[in-house]
Nanobody
């Protein structure tokens, strides 16, 4: 099927930066929207940012001006550059993609396994 593999999470001090990557592989015919979501302990998963295949972006208000989402369509990879990190950004970050699969020619939504981001004060 389709796999999404995230990388780049870790521990950083407040004010620091991290860059997350998510590579999609498998039975991919086309990918439409890709995005990042996060889930803090004891809280619901929330949108961080999304990007369409054409490059249109959408951000949560809490990260506007600090985070930048981008993608490399040739590599089926989406990135999240996170600057000026705050302790409240601490969460498990999940990659998401809307994929048209070669096996069924139907659209499915896939999730990665999550990569942890911890911001210390």
């Amino acid at each position: 099927q389709v796999q999404l593999v995230e990388s780049g999470g870790g521990l950083v001090q407040a004010g620091g930066s991290l860059r997350l990557s998510c590579a999609a592989s498998g039975s991919i015919f086309r990918i439409n929207s890709m995005g990042w979501y996060r889930q803090a302990p004891g809280k619901q998963r929330k949108l961080v940012a999304t990007i369409t295949s054409g490059g249109s972006t959408n951000y949560a208000d809490s990260v506007k001006g600090r985070f930048t989402i981008s993608r490399d369509n040739a590599k089926n990879t989406v990135y999240l550059q996170m600057n000026s990190l705050k302790p409240e950004d601490t969460a498990l970050y999940y990659c998401n993609a809307d994929v048209l699969t070669t096996t069924t020619m139907l659209w499915y939504q896939y999730w990665g396994q999550g990569t942890p981001v911890t911001v210390s004060s």
